[in-house]
C-alpha cells in the first residue's frame, strides 16, 4: 500500500507562483514513477508532469516552460513548481504514483489539492 498526501494549493493571482507537495508513505521501493495530473471543471484529467525514481522528468507542453518537476527520494516527496501562473491552471492538483514490479502493478492518487489562479 502506498498513501499519498498533497499539499501546497491555494489561491494565487495570475503571474504567481505556487509549489505543491506529494508525501508518499508505505511500501516504496524499485523502480517507480511520480508524478502530477490536473482536473479542471468539465474537463478531463491530464498529466502535468512526472518524473521516474532514477529522475527522468517529462513536462506537458502547456507547462514545460513554467514548472518544474523533482523529487526527493530519500524523503519519498514529489514537488511541482509552478511559476507565471495562468488562469487556465486552475484545476484539482492529483498526486499519483506507479510501478512495475515483475507481475505487480502499483497505482495509487492521492486526494487532490485545489490550485486557483485568479486574472
Known amino acids: 500500500q502506498v498513501q499519498l498526501v498533497e499539499s501546497g494549493g491555494g489561491l494565487v493571482q495570475a503571474g504567481g507562483s505556487l ?14 514513477t511520480m508524478g502530477w495530473y490536473r482536473q479542471a471543471p468539465g474537463k478531463q484529467r491530464e498529466l ?17 516552460d513554467r514548472f ?4 526527493d527520494n530519500a524523503k519519498k516527496t514529489v514537488y511541482l513548481q509552478m511559476s507565471s501562473l495562468k488562469p487556465e491552471d486552475t484545476a484539482v492538483y492529483y498526486c499519483r504514483y506507479w510501478a512495475i514490479t515483475g507481475p505487480v502493478r ?8 485545489q490550485v486557483t489562479v485568479s486574472s
Do not use: E, H
Open 48 to 64: 502535468v508532469a512526472s518524473v521516474t525514481s532514477g529522475g527522468s522528468t517529462a513536462l506537458s507542453d502547456s507547462v514545460k
Open 19 to 32: 509549489r505543491l507537495s506529494c508525501a508518499a508513505s508505505g511500501s516504496i521501493f524499485g523502480s517507480n
Open 68 to 71: 518544474t518537476i523533482s523529487r
Open 106 to 113: 502499483s497505482n495509487y492518487w492521492g486526494r487532490g489539492t
